[in-house]
């Protein structure tokens, strides 16, 4: 467990000292409060347009955080850093596991950053406390995190390094989009998870609440799936050669 | 009683399969052994198979066929590593982290405990010369800091190996006398040392032990001295010596003059040469002074490798 933490903690004081991180999170501020210009075109719904906007942005930046587990992986099997890694004595899940939490971590961050300026930004344009529905979808997206890095990992160790991030953002998209594609049951909580469930915007702008019950059950949902996923990496990533 | 190994390869052999591509053989039956203790020196041109046979030895890359075993160990065994010191031939390292953050991480994952952490990195930071940058950010660091990054987390964990690929590469001379000390130091303390080269001259200086590799197949391997045999005589003439110089000089097959007047002559190993020396020496006793001229490694190298034969 020690190596593992090691791996993560390694990952993201790596990534989290990127200005670039910071950059991103500002320019989403930006783009949240931007919303509030809206209060003509949107008749008057520009208070549920930001609380849309800003479930709408902080999913896309931590699809972002995520994708860029795609571009790590490879580079630091290329570069020559894993291998100083994988010299040590830690198992190849190990580091897997550790790549992917310290992720997971550095998206969770970064999704709560976003949350919590979007709620300054409710707060203060509209002089009232957030609703329950949108802390839950802020929560529900950075859970979704799970999965997401989960998907990065296995397709970041399974795919050539151009291919890999491509594919992960199609099955990504693929997967937030069940509604549309609904009539392909067996596909979404097999292969492609059902990240849907981590989705309740249409009523959170109404601040209509799910239960906490279920939130937790679709965190667990969401380790499961994370678990299938990073074991079938590792899998793949045990009999592969590093360079 | 057979000699304690470190490293011990049976047939070893990598094949590269490719899409379309014909196979690629990075290694052929490798069979080595290296003594406990020694300073092994794994030699060979460009795409050899030196790189390739480390990586297995570290379990990167995993063999078509053979085995290989480390310290007693399969290679493939994840705890043996926690026992060896592995520096790869082009070091890279998380570059946000500073030197110390980064050989902390190295030093959790080697299971060092927390309350000698601090102390061993202090430590090995001062063996590489790198204290002063211990707050640095990786990337900030050239090519030879960088190197001696990747020698600290190798010793950090004071391993009974040390498996090295192209450790001399990217370090100025003195770097490379300062490693070479910190090589034999290492030996000292009892740590057998494994190493991949091209600076033959470093090899001749600090290795016991040498194998040569090409195109993926063992060409010789054994004692350096045992290897570099005698391939002829050279005799000193004392300065102011004009005489027994003149007596020499014609049949000699090459001339030297050295800084403080002395001549150094060779000769090839034929018996009228032995029998011309002989006189000389008699008629000259003072002024010559005879012993066997051994081949360079560099010299011997090229001979393997241009297969006049292998040993």
Same mark, same amino acid.
């Given at each position: 467990m020690n190596e593992i933490i090691a791996i993560a903690g390694s990952t993201w004081k790596n990534v989290l000292r990127l200005k670039v991180v910071y950059f991103l999170v500002f320019c989403v501020w930006v783009l949240i409060a931007s919303a509030l210009n809206y209060d003509v075109l949107s008749l008057g719904l520009h208070k549920e347009?930001?609380?849309?906007?800003?479930?709408?942005?902080?999913?896309?930046?931590?699809?972002?955080?995520?994708?860029?587990?795609?571009?790590?992986?490879?580079?630091?099997?290329?570069?020559?850093?894993?291998?100083t890694m994988l010299s040590k004595p830690l198992g190849r899940t190990n580091y897997l596991i550790g790549k992917m939490i310290g992720y997971i971590v550095i998206g969770a961050i970064v999704c709560a950053l976003v949350a919590i300026g979007s709620f300054l930004i409710f707060n203060v344009s509209f002089s009232e406390p957030i609703g329950v529905a949108m802390l839950q979808n802020h929560i529900l997206i950075i859970l979704s995190l799970i999965p997401m890095a989960a998907i990065a990992v296995l397709f970041s160790i399974a795919l050539p390094e151009i291919i890999a991030p491509i594919v992960t953002v199609l099955v990504i998209w693929f997967a937030h989009s069940t509604s549309m594609l609904s009539n392909l049951p067996i596909i979404y909580g097999g292969i492609i998870p059902d990240l849907e469930l981590f989705n309740f915007k249409s009523e959170a702008v109404y601040n209509n609440a799910v239960s906490w019950r279920y939130v937790v059950m679709v965190a667990l949902w969401g380790i499961c799936y994370a678990i299938f996923a990073s074991s079938l990496a590792s899998l793949i990533f045990s009999r592969k050669d590093i360079k | 009683m057979g000699m304690e190994a470190v490293i011990?390869?049976?047939?070893?052999?990598?094949?590269?399969?490719?899409?379309?591509? =014909?196979?690629? !053989? &990075?290694? $052929?039956?490798?069979?080595?052994?290296? =003594?406990?203790g020694?300073?092994? /020196?794994?030699?060979?041109?460009?795409?050899?198979?030196?790189?390739?046979?480390?990586?297995?030895?570290? $379990?990167?890359?995993k063999a078509s066929s053979g085995s290989a075993t480390v310290l007693g160990r399969p290679s493939y065994d994840v705890e043996v590593k926690g026992l060896i010191g592995f520096l790869p031939d082009s070091p890279a390292f998380s570059p946000q982290l500073t030197a110390f953050e980064f050989l902390n991480i190295c030093a959790k994952l080697l299971k060092i405990p927390s309350d000698l952490r601090v102390n061993r990195i202090e430590t090995v930071l001062e063996t590489v010369k790198m204290s002063? !940058?211990?707050? $640095? +950010?990786? /990337?900030?660091?050239?090519?030879?800091?960088l190197q001696r990054i990747g020698v600290a987390q190798a010793i950090l964990n004071e391993p009974k190996l040390l498996i090295l690929d192209e450790p001399l590469l990217g370090l100025d001379p003195y770097g490379r006398q300062e490693f070479k000390q910190i090589i034999l130091g290492e030996q000292a303390k009892g740590t057998s040392v494994f190493f991949s080269s091209h600076i033959l001259s470093d090899v001749e200086e600090i290795c016991d032990h040498i194998a040569i590799l090409d195109k993926g197949k063992m060409l010789c391997a054994g004692r350096i001295d045992e290897l570099l045999t005698a391939s002829g005589t050279k &005799?000193?003439? &004392?300065?102011?010596? $004009?005489? &027994?110089? +003149?007596?020499?000089?014609t049949i000699a097959i090459a001339t030297s003059r050295r800084d403080d007047g002395s001549w150094v002559l060779t000769f090839d190993n034929s018996n009228e040469i032995k029998i011309k020396l002989e006189d000389a020496t008699k008629k000259f006793p003072q002024a010559i002074e005879i012993s066997a001229s051994h081949e360079k490694l560099e010299e011997f190298f090229f001979r393997i490798i241009k297969g006049d034969g292998a040993v």
């Open positions: 347009l930001l609380v849309d906007a800003s479930l709408f942005l902080n999913t896309i930046t931590g699809v972002l955080v995520i994708i860029s587990l795609t571009f790590e992986i490879p580079k630091e099997l290329k570069e020559g850093v894993a291998s | 011990k390869t049976n047939n070893l052999s990598k094949v590269y399969k490719r899409l379309f591509k =014909p196979k690629t !053989h &990075a290694l $052929d039956s490798l069979t080595i052994t290296v =003594p406990k020694s300073v092994y /020196g794994f030699l060979g041109p460009n795409g050899a198979g030196k790189t390739t046979t480390i990586k297995i030895l570290m $379990d990167l890359i002063r !940058h211990s707050r $640095d +950010k990786i /990337g900030s660091f050239s090519r030879g800091m &005799a000193i003439i &004392a300065p102011e010596n $004009d005489e &027994a110089l +003149k007596e020499l000089v």
